[in-house]
């Protein structure tokens, strides 16, 4: 097994350790390092991030804030190691997001990850999630958790990202923002918030419009999310939480061949013009969170959620696609409506006891999950006009329910932490076909998947400054609905042949948190996959899938972070991973690489902070190495590095604080690939980034 990669990466962090080390013991006087309180790890258990068997990482409200656009995660989540968020620069589609390369191959939303908002999934039973409602204005923290343990959310689980609104201060607080920059960006935001008695309210609203960076890439956006919260009794506490974003005719510029990408990246795919592709989301959810201490040793949390989503999109399906005497009788058009409603709840039970002179702290719980879909498809032309709704082609009514149960125990001592779970979970898939003529039989029907993820992690506590731990786990991911509705072979009915993937994971990491506020973070990590589900055949706007053999990811990640002189700091984060196909399948030879996913990624940032002025600046470098387009490794989009700048000022005058910013990203004002469309079927593989922009922000709040 090469290991050079990894044991490259390794050696560097140890020797940044080493030296981190000698500047701390020299330092005076020591401070302790700030270490952040985080619950994905341990599901209704608050723990700090430090003493986890797991890589979880926190990125503060200040962060998705400072000097940010605000409006897409892949602001400020590429200050995580593992995590590859690429904005697409095409907002009718959802941001790329993977985790150690779990994620990589969806083509639309995101894809193998657990998504949460304020605890409430944004990740649909069946794994397909998406994150346009998750509102940076408001958040207090995004935790970002990676690894074995993620494992104990379930299916498609192979990261966790979890937002959670911040709470109001005591007092009431109003604040208004606004920024306008480069492409005809344009964003405004309204925030009220505050606590009075036992209330405690957040709420927010946000208006984002934008020309696009390329032709025919035009955008809106209009959201709002509310967190209002009520201590009934000492012990008792509800929280209720809304959210809505709505997205009209959001244009859809598709991707471009290279020699389209080569010629003008601002370009839009000449199909996308002729169609006038474009798609429209709203989307309403609500929910309620209910925690109770029962004594000083139990305590009950129980989650509660509902909501809907329509989506109608516009596709560029030729004409002569849906209309060759092949199809004629049963291709589903080019125009995709759903009308989605969804709803669940979580209740778990958590003890707090002890093991003979050490605590033990048990969570155990059951999630019943359930989405109903009425999907719909159109031809995309009346006639001889194309882009409108045309003739009915599809009709059907879709359900998904999972059903799980889940325990994980900590046992803690002076040295050593223990951490063990198993989630048992069961989705069921339901067709129902309402679209049956001559030619086009019933496709109606069936599926039931489940499996059992144990995952057991430990900590050594080194000593004041530096945990070692340890975690092995295992972990699956059902076929998604779009996955599972055609038949590699063309025959109609669901594709049942699809099977889940299974993996298994283990990760070793060392956690140090040194004096003067310095921080280093790594861990090594290996992910096996079987069945992995691949795309078997991409033409006329149809996908289908197929399970591929075994999978390997195998990486390196680190991240440093700390004050280095008065005023100056720096942040840091390096990733090395290999994603390779360890078995032949189809054309695709035996160590080609997972498309999509790119072996290095790295950030990192000097900033400089003088106080009594209220000023801040910063240099920000991001490198993102070469990503295969698709299973065969034909073509890769180039790597790339860019530098961005960020200033910002703020005052404080009485009760009011304002803040400006200025930001400039891609200052060498470079061309290249901002993502890539995996396995696209007529090679439109590449999403070009904009060359250098700027944003220009002013806020201003009051405190009453």
Same mark, same amino acid.
């Given at each position: 097994?090469? !290991?050079?990669?990894?044991?490259?990466?390794?050696?560097?962090?140890?020797?940044?350790?080493?030296?981190?080390?000698?500047?701390?013991?020299?330092?005076?006087?020591?401070?302790?390092?700030?270490?952040?309180?985080?619950?994905?790890?341990?599901?209704?258990?608050?723990?700090?991030?430090?003493?986890?068997?797991?890589?979880?990482?926190?990125?503060?409200?200040?962060?998705?804030?400072?000097?940010?656009?605000?409006?897409?995660?892949?602001?400020?989540?590429?200050?995580?190691?593992?995590?590859?968020?690429?904005?697409?620069?095409?907002?009718?589609?959802?941001?790329?997001?993977?985790?150690?390369?779990?994620?990589?191959?969806?083509?639309?939303?995101?894809?193998?990850?657990?998504?949460?908002?304020?605890?409430?999934?944004?990740?649909?039973?069946?794994?397909?999630?998406?994150?346009?409602?998750?509102?940076?204005?408001?958040?207090?923290?995004?935790?970002?958790?990676?690894?074995?343990? $993620?494992?104990?959310?379930?299916?498609?689980?192979?990261?966790?990202?979890?937002?959670?609104? /911040?709470?109001?201060?005591?007092? *009431?607080?109003?604040?208004?923002?606004?920024?306008?920059?480069?492409?005809?960006?344009?964003?405004?935001?309204?925030?009220?918030?505050?606590?009075?008695?036992?209330?405690?309210?957040?709420?927010?609203?946000?208006?984002?419009?934008?020309?696009?960076?390329?032709?025919?890439?035009?955008?809106?956006?209009?959201?709002?999310?509310?967190?209002?919260?009520?201590?009934?009794?000492?012990? !008792?506490?509800?929280?209720?939480?809304?959210? /809505?974003?709505?997205?009209?005719?959001?244009?859809?510029?598709?991707?471009?061949?290279?020699?389209?990408?080569?010629?003008?990246?601002?370009?839009? =795919?000449?199909?996308?013009?002729?169609?006038?592709?474009?798609?429209?989301?709203?989307?309403?959810?609500?929910?309620?969170?209910?925690?109770?201490?029962? +004594?000083?040793?139990?305590?009950?949390?129980?989650? %509660?959620?509902?909501?809907?989503?329509?989506?109608?999109?516009?596709?560029?399906?030729?004409?002569?696609?849906?209309?060759?005497? /092949?199809?004629?009788?049963?291709?589903?058009?080019?125009?995709?409506? *759903?009308?989605?409603?969804?709803?669940?709840?979580?209740?778990?039970?958590?003890?707090?006891?002890?093991?003979?002179?050490?605590?033990?702290?048990?969570?155990?719980?059951?999630?019943?999950?359930?989405?109903?879909?009425?999907?719909?498809?159109?031809?995309?032309?009346?006639?001889?006009?194309?882009?409108?709704?045309?003739?009915?082609?599809?009709?059907?009514?879709?359900?998904?329910?999972?059903? +799980?149960?889940?325990?994980?125990?900590?046992?803690? =001592?002076?040295?050593?932490?223990?951490?063990?779970?198993?989630?048992? =979970?069961?989705?069921?898939?339901?067709?129902?076909?309402?679209?049956?003529?001559?030619?086009?039989?019933?496709?109606?029907?069936?599926?039931?998947?489940?499996?059992?993820?144990?995952?057991?992690?430990?900590?050594?506590?080194?000593?004041?400054?530096?945990?070692?731990?340890?975690?092995?786990?295992?972990?699956?991911?059902?076929?998604?609905?779009?996955?599972?509705?055609?038949?590699?072979?063309? $025959?109609?009915?669901?594709?049942?042949?699809?099977?889940?993937?299974? $993996?298994?994971?283990?990760?070793?990491?060392?956690?140090?948190?040194?004096?003067?506020?310095?921080?280093?973070?790594?861990? *090594?990590?290996?992910?096996?996959?079987?069945?992995?589900?691949?795309?078997?055949?991409?033409?006329?706007?149809?996908?289908?899938?197929?399970?591929?053999?075994?999978?390997?990811?195998?990486?390196?990640?680190?991240?440093?972070?700390?004050?280095?002189?008065?005023?100056?700091?720096?942040?840091?984060?390096?990733?090395?991973?290999?994603?390779?196909?360890?078995?032949?399948?189809?054309?695709?030879?035996?160590?080609?690489?997972?498309?999509?996913?790119?072996?290095?990624?790295?950030?990192?940032?000097?900033?400089?902070?003088?106080?009594?002025?209220?000023?801040?600046?910063?240099?920000?470098?991001?490198?993102?190495?070469?990503?295969?387009?698709?299973?065969?490794?034909?073509?890769?989009?180039?790597?790339?590095?860019?530098?961005?700048?960020?200033?910002?000022?703020?005052?404080?005058?009485?009760?009011?604080?304002?803040?400006?910013?200025?930001?400039?990203?891609?200052?060498?004002?470079?061309?290249?690939?901002?993502?890539?469309?995996?396995?696209?079927?007529?090679?439109?593989?590449?999403?070009?980034?904009?060359?250098? %922009?700027?944003?220009?922000?002013?806020?201003?709040?009051?405190?009453?």
């Amino acid at each position: 097994m090469n !290991t050079r990669g990894p044991l490259q990466l390794a050696a560097v962090a140890a020797a940044v350790l080493a030296a981190t080390q000698a500047h701390a013991q020299a330092a005076d006087p020591p401070e302790r390092t700030l270490r952040p309180v985080v619950v994905t790890p341990t599901p209704g258990v608050a723990r700090d991030a430090f003493d986890t068997p797991a890589s979880v990482d926190v990125v503060g409200g200040e962060a998705l804030r400072n000097a940010q656009l605000q409006v897409n995660l892949s602001e400020s989540l590429v200050r995580v190691p593992g995590v590859v968020a690429l904005n697409r620069q095409n907002y009718a589609q959802d941001l790329q997001i993977s985790i150690r390369g779990f994620g990589a191959r969806s083509t639309f939303g995101v894809r193998g990850l657990r998504m949460f908002s304020d605890g409430i999934p944004a990740t649909a039973p069946d794994g397909q999630g998406q994150v346009s409602h998750f509102d940076l204005s408001s958040a207090d923290r995004v935790e970002v958790l990676r690894g074995p343990f $993620s494992s104990l959310y379930g299916n498609s689980s192979g990261g966790v990202i979890a937002l959670f609104t /911040a709470d109001g201060l005591p007092g *009431l607080q109003a604040e208004a923002g606004a920024a306008f920059g480069s492409d005809g960006v344009r964003r405004q935001n309204l925030r009220f918030a505050g606590e009075q008695g036992a209330w405690n309210w957040n709420l927010s609203a946000t208006n984002f419009e934008t020309d696009g960076y390329r032709d025919h890439s035009a955008a809106r956006r209009m959201g709002f999310n509310g967190k209002l919260k009520f201590k009934a009794t000492a012990d !008792t506490r509800i929280t209720l939480v809304a959210n /809505a974003v709505d997205m009209p005719d959001v244009q859809d510029p598709l991707g471009l061949t290279r020699a389209e990408y080569e010629a003008n990246p601002r370009q839009a =795919s000449p199909a996308a013009l002729q169609f006038n592709t474009r798609k429209s989301v709203d989307q309403q959810q609500v929910g309620a969170i209910l925690e109770h201490r029962v +004594d000083e040793v139990h305590a009950v949390k129980v989650t %509660t959620w509902a909501g809907q989503r329509g989506t109608e999109q516009f596709q560029s399906i030729p004409v002569f696609v849906q209309t060759s005497p /092949a199809n004629v009788n049963t291709h589903p058009g080019g125009v995709i409506g *759903l009308d989605r409603d969804y709803r669940g709840i979580d209740a778990q039970w958590i003890a707090k006891l002890r093991a003979g002179d050490h605590p033990v702290t048990l969570t155990a719980g059951v999630t019943a999950d359930e989405l109903k879909e009425h999907r719909q498809g159109f031809r995309n032309f009346v006639g001889t006009t194309l882009g409108v709704l045309g003739a009915l082609r599809r009709n059907e009514n879709n359900r998904v329910r999972s059903f +799980d149960q889940y325990v994980q125990g900590t046992w803690d =001592s002076d040295r050593l932490s223990v951490t063990a779970g198993v989630r048992h =979970s069961v989705v069921k898939f339901e067709s129902r076909d309402l679209f049956i003529a001559t030619g086009n039989p019933d496709d109606s029907g069936s599926a039931r998947y489940g499996a059992t993820t144990p995952v057991l992690g430990a900590v050594y506590h080194l000593n004041e400054s530096t945990n070692l731990y340890a975690a092995v786990g295992r972990g699956f991911e059902t076929p998604t609905f779009n996955e599972l509705s055609y038949r590699p072979d063309g $025959s109609p009915g669901l594709n049942f042949a699809l099977q889940p993937a299974s $993996s298994k994971q283990w990760e070793l990491g060392v956690k140090t948190a040194l004096r003067q506020n310095w921080r280093l973070n790594a861990a *090594l990590f290996q992910a096996r996959t079987e069945d992995e589900i691949v795309v078997a055949s991409n033409t006329g706007g149809r996908s289908t899938f197929r399970n591929a053999g075994e999978t390997r990811r195998r990486g390196v990640e680190a991240a440093l972070a700390g004050e280095w002189a008065t005023g100056w700091s720096t942040h840091a984060a390096l990733t090395w991973l290999d994603a390779t196909y360890e078995t032949a399948f189809s054309s695709v030879p035996a160590g080609s690489r997972i498309p999509g996913i790119p072996r290095v990624t790295a950030y990192a940032e000097v900033a400089y902070k003088h106080r009594p002025w209220g000023l801040e600046t910063a240099l920000e470098a991001r490198h993102i190495g070469r990503i295969a387009v698709n299973d065969t490794n034909t073509d890769f989009a180039p790597a790339a590095t860019v530098f961005n700048l960020r200033f910002s000022l703020a005052q404080k005058v009485d009760r009011w604080t304002f803040r400006e910013f200025l930001r400039v990203d891609n200052l060498a004002d470079r061309n290249y690939v901002g993502s890539v469309i995996v396995n696209e079927g007529n090679s439109r593989f590449f999403e070009p980034a904009p060359g250098r %922009t700027w944003l220009l922000g002013v806020n201003a709040a009051y405190a009453f």
